[in-house]
């Protein structure tokens, strides 16, 4: 049985992944192992391999990211890069703004 914390954490971390994904894709385009790996690194939680993908292909869809393949230089196979819209960079803002706006809730502020 999971502790109200241990699900906390799983509700504001692995079922919104998506926050994630676009605040990362902010700083500069990734592809879907590298965004995953800057996740644990950044925020402290492993995302499934596979439900980074399937969030990445539910933004994309959604025209909050872009994707186009790219060669690598070093003879590696190409990659499919990943790059926040402008519409991917409002859906962050408001994100962040729903969050701020609860957290202030629950101080009582």
């Given at each position: 049985?999971?502790?109200?914390?241990?699900?906390?954490?799983?509700?504001?971390?692995?079922?919104?992944l998506w926050l994630?994904?676009?605040?990362?894709?902010?700083?500069?385009?990734?592809?879907?192992?590298?965004?995953?790996?800057?996740?644990?690194?950044?925020?402290?939680?492993?995302?499934?391999?596979?439900?980074?993908?399937?969030?990445?292909?539910?933004?994309?869809?959604?025209?909050?990211?872009?994707?186009?393949?790219?060669?690598?230089?070093?003879?590696?196979?190409?990659?499919?890069?990943?790059?926040?819209?402008?519409?991917?960079?409002?859906?962050?803002?408001?994100?962040?703004?729903?969050?701020?706006?609860?957290?202030?809730?629950?101080?009582?502020?």
């Amino acid at each position: 049985m999971t502790t109200p914390m241990e699900r906390l954490k799983n509700k504001i971390t692995k079922e919104v992944l998506w926050l994630y994904i676009l605040r990362l894709l902010r700083e500069r385009p990734m592809y879907a192992y590298e965004l995953k790996e800057r996740i644990r690194e950044a925020f402290n939680f492993e995302p499934a391999t596979v439900s980074s993908y399937v969030v990445l292909y539910k933004l994309e869809k959604e025209g909050y990211v872009t994707a186009e393949w790219q060669e690598s230089q070093t003879g590696k196979p190409s990659r499919k890069y990943y790059k926040l819209t402008p519409e991917g960079e409002s859906l962050l803002e408001d994100g962040i703004a729903f969050l701020e706006d609860m957290v202030a809730k629950l101080k009582g502020a």
